[in-house]
T-cell receptor, first 115, second 110 residues
Framework: AQSVTQLDSQVPVFEEAPVELRCNYS??????LFWYVQYPNQGLQLLLK??????LVKGINGFEAEFNKSQTSFHLRKPSVHISDTAEYFCAVSDEVQGAQKLVFGQGTRLTINP | NAGVTQTPKFQVLKTGQSMTLQCAQDMNHNSMYWYRQDPGMGLRLIYY???????DKGEVPNGYNVSRLNKREFSLRLESAAPSQTSVYFC?????????FGPGTRLTVT
């Protein structure tokens, strides 16, 4: 069975500082990895995804993530955060991208940007 | 193009009451999903529909039923609500490998 662990439930950072949100997964088969963002009182939207190929993937709003198979990690990074990045971030894994694509989500990390 | 819409936005039920959460998408997507979001637990899949006419259980289906009414609409029914079903419910549809989420329904069962 697949599972996702987000190691930090809350991450406070100052504006313009770098940030890393950590995600570890477990899966016995091929994995496809995603980061979704949820702004206050909204649904989730896709930030970025890893399906195959280059292990460094870039997403929207200046975020990027690196797939590390040996460490079973998919950490999300941004070199300089903005107040508007305040949101909850979810890492998710799926073992298929065709068919049903059932996502398994982590617990979420609340990112708070302080001025 | 409204994307994924959900009704109602908020609902309060008493234990034992029933209700249906509505979801519609106007993007002509085949697959649709229902999730619940609880603090500290992320999102968990309740039911999904890979295509019109099919539905399957997800991780936490107990206490729920679904109907894929047509390609656009996928409803979630609580037959006899319980306080453990207090949650925020999200509907999503999928194109390719991206899921598109609705704004959610906040349900409280007292």
């Amino acid at each position: 069975a697949q599972s996702v662990t987000q190691l930090d439930s809350q991450v406070p950072v100052f504006e313009e500082a770098p940030v890393e949100l950590r995600c570890n997964y477990s899966s016995s088969v091929s994995v496809y990895l995603f980061w979704y963002v949820q702004y206050p009182n909204q649904g989730l939207q896709l930030l970025l995804k890893y399906l195959s190929g280059s292990t460094l993937v870039k997403g929207i709003n200046g975020f990027e993530a690196e797939f590390n198979k040996s460490q079973t990690s998919f950490h999300l990074r941004k070199p300089s955060v903005h107040i508007s990045d305040t949101a909850e971030y979810f890492c998710a894994v799926s073992d298929e991208v065709q068919g049903a694509q059932k996502l398994v989500f982590g617990q979420g990390t609340r990112l708070t940007i302080n001025p | 193009n409204a994307g994924v819409t959900q009704t109602p936005k908020f609902q309060v039920l008493k234990t034992g009451q029933s209700m249906t959460l509505q979801c519609a998408q106007d993007m002509n997507h085949n697959s649709m999903y229902w999730y619940r979001q609880d603090p500290g637990m992320g999102l968990r899949l309740i039911y999904y529909s890979a295509s019109e006419g099919t539905t399957d259980k997800g991780e936490v289906p107990n206490g729920y039923n679904v109907s894929r009414l047509n390609k656009r609409e996928f409803s979630l029914r609580l037959e006899s609500a319980a306080p453990s079903q207090t949650s925020v419910y999200f509907c999503a549809s999928r194109r390719g490998n991206e899921q598109y989420f609705g704004p959610g329904t906040r349900l409280t069962v007292t």
